[in-house]
């Protein structure tokens, strides 16, 4: 098995776990591409990760070498064409974490932005100890909607019962015993927002400009599932408009080559990013919420285990 994209905290489980498995793993930490798809040769089985794209030429070199299965480190496949991949004779599988990675850091998001902890952070950090001009909010008081109610949309809901709030929900198949109402119901009603869906053609800017001007006035975006399910520029707008009160933003549109890179001493070209993280009442992130000793865990272990399925005939994808 070849393992391409591989950082030194993967590298070392993978170096771990593999051997109890009886998996030997060749590891890089490499993006796949055609030029390196040769360090898969003699391997039928390969794990990628998400924070790169994959191109349709390296999956078609990899098919070349012999790849017949691809296992993504992550849930979502926005990163690949898995119907290219298909189309070369490559099955492509994902791979479950720990939900509770995402959802315990999707509640910590939502109550840093209804108590301003960014500004209180900020303003403590300068010693500067008053207190903010704008008060916070318990989520007892609030309505919290979930779009999207798999398995962390589902344990988000879990951890709001604690707090009391009332909480909607708006999935296409509803899986849970919360109170599924349309989704721009939805919208009109909570004073938090947070998304939980995959990314697909049909969700991208999923909130578009007109539904996020149908949202309710000061009420907070939260985000820690893919950057293109919100159109950026509208967001900006109705931050700055104040028709919105903040967001809490994990991912974000343009990402790539930006998060997960040291970009101290290099320009950033999205001026949206760069006006989003100057306003007071928004929170970024670098894609960071899946990201705990546990789900790290889940996810080299579970990308073994469909490795080892799919040689079995047993294909997960």
Do not use: W
């Not at 390196?36 to 039928?44: E, F, M, T, V, Y």
């Not at 078609?60 to 070498?65: I, K, N």
């Not at 950026?232 to 790539?256: M, Q, R, Y």
């Not at 306003?279 to 080892?308: K, S």
């Amino acid at each position: 098995m070849t393992v391409y994209g591989c950082g030194r905290d993967e590298a070392a489980l993978f170096r771990k776990v593999a051997p109890h498995f009886g998996v030997v793993p060749t590891i890089t930490d490499e993006v796949v591409s055609e030029a390196n798809a040769g360090l898969a040769s003699g391997n039928r089985c390969v794990s990628v990760g998400h924070k790169s794209r994959i191109s349709n030429a390296a999956l078609r070199a990899l098919s070349q070498v012999g790849v017949a299965y691809l296992s993504t480190r992550s849930i979502g496949f926005n990163h690949l064409d898995v119907d290219y991949a298909n189309s070369v004779g490559i099955t492509v599988g994902n791979v479950s974490y720990s939900p509770d990675s995402v959802a315990d850091y999707t509640l910590m998001l939502m109550l840093m932005a209804i108590r301003g902890a960014k500004s209180t952070i900020c303003r403590a950090e300068a010693h500067d100890y008053r207190l903010n001009e704008v008060r916070g909010k318990e989520l007892r008081d609030l309505v919290v909607g979930v779009v999207g109610t798999g398995r962390i949309g589902a344990a988000v809901i879990d951890r709001l019962r604690g707090f009391g709030c009332q909480t909607l929900a708006h999935d296409d198949r509803p899986q849970t015993s919360a109170d599924y109402v349309p989704l721009d119901d939805l919208l009109v009603q909570s004073d938090i927002v947070t998304l939980h869906v995959p990314l697909t053609t049909a969700t991208h800017h999923l909130l578009n400009r007109e539904r996020i001007e149908r949202m309710k006035l000061g009420s907070f975006i939260v985000n820690t599932a893919r950057g293109p399910l919100i159109d950026t520029e509208a967001l900006v707008d109705a931050l700055e408009s104040g028709h919105l009160g903040g967001a809490a933003l994990d991912v974000l549109e343009g990402e790539e080559g930006v998060f997960y890179a040291d970009r101290r001493e290099k320009p950033i070209d999205s001026k949206l990013l760069l006006r989003l993280q100057e306003m007071p009442n928004v929170i970024i992130t670098p894609h960071t919420a899946y990201y705990t000793d546990h789900a790290l865990r889940d996810t080299v272990e579970n990308g073994l285990l469909n490795c080892l399925e799919f040689e079995s005939g047993n294909q997960h994808g």
